[in-house]
């Protein structure tokens, strides 16, 4: 009796698939210990301090930019710490991102006033036909009870 296979694949059910060699490789295993025998990324300081920046700008983690690097996490804390340069360029991406953050929060718990612009639709009479106007009105955003709690959790831990 012939084993069954998968539609899929046309391995044998159960069949192992071979293991998927990365396409990329951190440089921190020794070369005889490297997966795949890819050869390490090298570092180019203009690439990787702006990819870097512009990353923790959109709020990533250590995880995220390493995997969207193709690096391993510790492949990123060793340029972090061979580079000061990387390092500063995370750091500042990442105190912007939290400032704003922060900056956010404190509006939505202290309440905020905003103008707002909308089409409006208006009929000039009776079978005469209608035409758009453009109205500017503003719109209060009464203090948040979760964020008031959190600004002062956060601010005030001896609370």
């Known amino acids: 009796m012939a084993a069954r296979k998968t539609k899929a694949t046309g391995r044998p059910v159960g069949a192992k698939s071979k293991p998927r060699t990365p396409l990329i490789t951190g440089d921190t295993a020794p070369p005889g210990n490297r997966k795949g025998g890819n050869p390490p990324i090298p570092f180019r300081s203009d690439f990787h301090c702006a990819f870097a920046l512009r990353q923790c700008l959109l709020g990533a983690t250590d995880a995220e930019l390493a995997d969207d690097l193709g690096v391993s996490p510790s492949t990123l804390y060793l340029?972090?710490?061979?580079?000061?340069?990387?390092?500063?360029?995370?750091?500042?991406?990442?105190?912007?991102?939290?400032?704003?953050?922060?900056?956010?929060?404190?509006?939505?718990?202290?309440g905020f006033r905003e103008t707002t612009t909308s089409v409006v639709v208006v009929s000039d009479g009776k079978g005469a036909g209608s035409h758009a106007e453009v109205v500017e009105h503003a719109v209060y955003y009464p203090p948040s009870p979760q964020l008031i709690r959190l600004w002062l959790q956060s601010r005030q831990r001896t609370y």
């Open 79 to 110: 340029w972090q710490q061979r580079y000061p340069e990387f390092r500063q360029a995370m750091l500042d991406g990442k105190r912007f991102a939290d400032g704003h953050v922060a900056a956010k929060a404190y509006q939505g718990a202290v």
